[in-house]
């Protein structure tokens, strides 16, 4: 106490003196202001730079090697390394055409439906953040983002025609599919003044926090067709195709998982409390799905499946990808619950009535949980998780039903429905274009073969050497 | 001479070997394969599609013998690789015209 009394004065003349010293030095206090604000906002440039950086890494590893180990694993041997491939390139791929046009067509400022040219060959994407999109981060890292989302797309897409597709025409249909489906797609969805953007002036406000639509709906419509159009593989139903390697997929199931935290929580843009609360709901469906399957499947079947249980939380991760950053943890668990069941039964039960042979399931996975997954963010999106929406005023606006806003699931309908019919419609005229330009399908020499050895001159596994 | 074919269950491996070591019979070949006899195959189901799998994977033990010691191997042999189930394999024999050390020439009982 006493030691308080002799240093009050102290600290009072002290203030005293600093005061003076800012009234007889104005020009000093604006600098040191403008100082505190330039460094503010480059400790925020720093960490929000530093997350966003390590996710696009995460999502670049969702594909190579999440998907191709995950993917990999479940075709027959003598196909792992060229379903691999399918993934693998489009790292290369999808990078140079992104690189081209592909950031300008989705991100540029164009009409409702595409971009413009102004970013062709990235002109102008540079340190300087790009304000619409991401005030807190250089341009490019938003570009080299959203180029990671475009490589893993069509890579999802690859799953409906292993095993049976020219490796050259996969090239074709993909380059053609990102350039007519994909950029439009995430241009009306992220872009600025796109058709279904909410947040940046869109006329159908529909809510997509890190792609159900754009990545999820797009692919998994997209793959199905291709699944229906290049016909079952030889021998569908009659021979054998087990997953040659379980082990693989797991593998590859779990990096998914890891890399999709970048996927979802780093579409936060930011690293406060938006990732955190998307980086929960990610967890969280992810790990209700894996149950929600697991449990279907041990009832229908009587044994739970360990594919049973990588395919429930890459179907869950599937359905919390739109909602993720709009909803709470509790949410997140019934989306990722409802989300394992309802994928289960379309991929054991209406697959099998239906009869297309969609490999490896890319559709019933994709297409089916980013649909559900859509719907029901209109239903739990809260402006408790997520008040970027504000009236006039500054009050937060309702989002989804929970909010007392039923009107959100009509709006998430029409974006989903929209992403099925340019899914649908491009993906035919794409594959009807590689189909006139180089021919979909391998020999049925080579399709016995097996396109390692048929389309690469490699074999996965030489046991021998 | 003779050759004895041994198709076993995989996990009884082990016990043969430990077995054929005990009775002096110091060379043999070993091949894992597939097949079935009596033993039904059983059913996988992947994403539910059901896959019925009866080639099952057996090892084939193959070794050849001295004539007077066909009994006595036979029997060792039966003996280690019985779980007494369904499935634990046959024993073939076979005779055998010659044999050659390739390293020296030796030729009959004595290249075994």
Not at chain 1, 336 to 344: E, L, M, R, S
Request: hydrophobic share 50%.
């Amino acid at each position: 106490m006493k030691a308080m009394k002799t240093f009050q004065p102290a600290a009072l003349s002290l203030l005293l003196l600093q005061g003076l010293a800012y009234a007889q030095a104005p020009v000093d206090l604006n600098k040191k202001v403008a100082d505190l604000e330039a460094a503010v906002k480059s400790a925020q440039t720093s960490g929000d730079n530093a997350w966003m950086l390590a996710s696009c890494a995460l999502v670049l590893l969702m594909t190579g090697p999440g998907l191709a180990l995950f993917y990999g694993g479940l075709v027959r041997r003598k196909n792992v390394l060229s379903t691999m491939m399918h993934s693998f390139i489009l790292m290369a791929l999808a990078t140079v055409i992104w690189a081209v046009y592909g950031y300008s067509m989705a991100f540029g400022e164009g009409n409702a439906f595409f971009g413009g040219t102004q970013y062709l060959f990235l002109k102008g994407v540079g340190i300087e953040p790009n304000g619409d999109y991401a005030a807190t981060i250089p341009h490019q890292t938003f570009m080299v983002f959203q180029l990671m989302f475009a490589i893993i797309t069509p890579a999802l897409i690859s799953g409906a025609y292993a095993e049976r597709i020219k490796f050259s025409a996969m090239v074709v249909y993909t380059t053609l599919w990102m350039t007519i489906v994909y950029f439009p797609m995430a241009h009306m969805v992220w872009g600025k003044g796109g058709l279904l953007n909410a947040f940046l002036g869109g006329t159908i406000p529909s809510f997509d926090f890190a792609g159900g639509t754009v990545v999820h709906i797009t692919s998994g419509v997209s793959a199905l067709v291709a699944a229906i159009y290049l016909k079952p593989r030889l021998g569908y139903m009659q021979e054998p195709m087990r997953p040659h390697s379980l082990v693989l997929s797991v593998i590859g199931a779990g990096l998914l998982w890891f890399g999709w935290f970048g996927f979802n929580a780093g579409s936060a843009l930011s690293a406060g409390g938006l990732a955190t609360s998307a980086f929960v709901a990610t967890h969280f469906g992810a790990a209700a799905a894996m149950i929600g399957w697991v449990l279907a499947e041990w009832m229908k079947n009587g044994k739970p499946s360990v594919l049973g249980a990588i395919s429930g939380c890459v179907a869950g991760l599937v359905a919390i990808t739109p909602a993720s950053g709009f909803v709470t943890p509790m949410s997140a668990l019934l989306i990722g619950f409802a989300a394992g069941i309802f994928c289960f039964v379309m991929v054991t039960i209406v697959k099998m009535k239906l009869g297309y042979d969609d490999s490896l399931d890319a559709f019933g996975v994709h297409g089916a949980g980013g649909t559900l997954g859509a719907i029901l963010t209109g239903v739990f999106a809260t402006n408790l998780v997520n008040n970027a929406l504000k009236d006039p005023s500054g009050n937060p606006l309702p989002l989804g039903l929970v909010d007392g806003n039923p009107g959100q699931i009509l709006n998430q309908a029409i974006g989903a429905g929209i992403a099925i019919a340019l899914g649908a419609v491009g993906s035919f005229v794409c594959l009807k274009i590689a189909d006139l330009v180089c021919g979909l399908r391998v020999t049925e020499d080579q399709e016995v073969e097996g396109l390692d050895l048929a389309m690469h001159g490699e074999e996965g596994y030489n046991l021998e050497s | 001479m003779k050759k004895i074919e041994a198709i076993i269950q995989p996990f009884k491996l082990e016990e043969v070997k430990e077995a054929m070591k005990g009775i002096g019979i110091d060379g043999m070949t070993i091949i894992e394969v597939r097949g079935h006899g009596r033993q039904k195959g059983h059913k996988e189901v992947y994403r539910g599609q059901e896959y019925e799998v009866d080639l099952l994977p057996k090892v084939k033990v193959e070794m050849v013998i001295a004539d007077a010691r066909v009994d006595e191997v036979v029997s060792t042999l039966a003996k280690a690789a019985r779980s007494g189930k369904i499935g634990d394999g046959k024993i073939f024999i076979l005779a055998v015209e010659d044999a050659i050390r390739i390293r020296n020439d030796d030729r009959g009982e004595a290249a075994l």
